[in-house]
């Protein structure tokens, strides 16, 4: 069975740029310095869910903050429990499945498009429209070390504590909470655009490396121009809004403590819901160091 990606990194990549105000010359980088009197700096490092090797080999300043680090904060650990707890949660329960809920056109279409994920149709029945859209919004795995899993990985070898700004079940609760309509919406979107999905990453890719998360909201933009208005709204809220807000009160506590080095996805950091700027309100010095 194909085993879904961790579709709230990508969707935060995939969606979550379209509604992220201009950010500005300033919004350079992808690594960042976080002060505060009286204890030691932290460094918060956006990533980028792939596990291409030009992304998951940290530049020598980010290799730096991260072996000098106390800690490591992600979005979510990423352990085995919450691995299972989001397969799970991404299937239906018995006595409904995907046929159910979608046309009969749609659904043969996306019953073709998984099978070349290797996904049989009887597997597929079960599986609901997010676990699906977010899955065929990744580029297939050869190794499954994406950036986020390779430096938790490094953490826990080196006995380095763990923290996540969110758990489990708050982040699937960001899929699961989405109504059927607009999940079939976005699946029917992701099959409309599957052919150019390959392009579009190798794209965000390249901006990603830039550091100019400008140009990566920019090129966002472009590529989800077509979203239907009311559902980027909710999904303004939903992925963009509520989610950095409640990261960074959470954080705070952790950089208290000094140390730290929290890893989320790149473009959490920009705009003014950004991390970047609701940490600066909350009166920490954040700088730009890579």
């Known amino acids: 069975m194909a085993t879904p990606g961790w579709g709230v990194t990508l969707i935060w990549l995939l969606l979550g740029l379209t509604w992220l105000l201009p950010v500005g010359a300033e919004a350079q980088g992808r690594l960042w310095r976080i002060s505060a009197a009286g204890v030691e700096p932290s460094y918060l490092f956006g990533t980028m869910h792939s596990e291409h ?3 998951t080999r940290l530049p020598p300043a980010v290799e730096r903050a991260f072996v000098g680090s106390e800690r490591l904060v992600l979005e ?8 299972l707890s989001t397969a799970q949660a991404g299937l239906f329960e018995s006595g409904r499945d995907l046929e159910d809920v979608l046309p009969p056109a749609l659904y043969r279409r996306t019953v073709e498009a998984m099978a070349d994920y290797g996904v049989p149709e009887p597997v597929l029945r079960r599986f609901k429209p997010w676990m699906i859209f977010s899955t065929l919004m990744l580029p297939r795995s050869r190794t499954g070390m994406f950036l986020d899993l390779r430096l938790y990985q490094q953490a826990v070898a080196a ?12 982040q699937i ?31 965000m890719r390249r901006v990603y490396l830039s550091g100019d998360l400008d140009a990566l909201a920019r090129f966002s933009d472009g590529m989800m121009s077509d979203i239907d208005p009311a559902l ?5 809220r939903r992925f963009v809004s509520e989610r950095n807000h409640r990261m960074v009160e959470r954080l705070q506590p952790l950089l208290r403590q000094g140390g730290a080095f929290v890893a989320v996805g790149a473009l959490h950091l920009p705009g003014e819901d950004g991390i970047i700027a609701l940490l600066r309100e909350a009166g920490y010095e954040v700088r730009r160091e890579e």
């Open 53 to 55: 090797p030009e992304v």
């Open 76 to 83: 979510m650990v990423l352990d085995q429990t919450a691995m």
């Open 159 to 170: 006995d380095k504590p763990v923290a996540g700004l969110e758990t489990a079940a708050e």
């Open 173 to 203: 609760a960001v899929f699961d909470g989405m109504s059927m309509a607009d999940q079939i919406s976005i699946l029917r979107d992701t099959l409309d655009n599957l052919e150019r999905f390959d392009a579009w990453f190798e794209e």
């Open 232 to 236: 980027a709204q909710r999904f303004q």
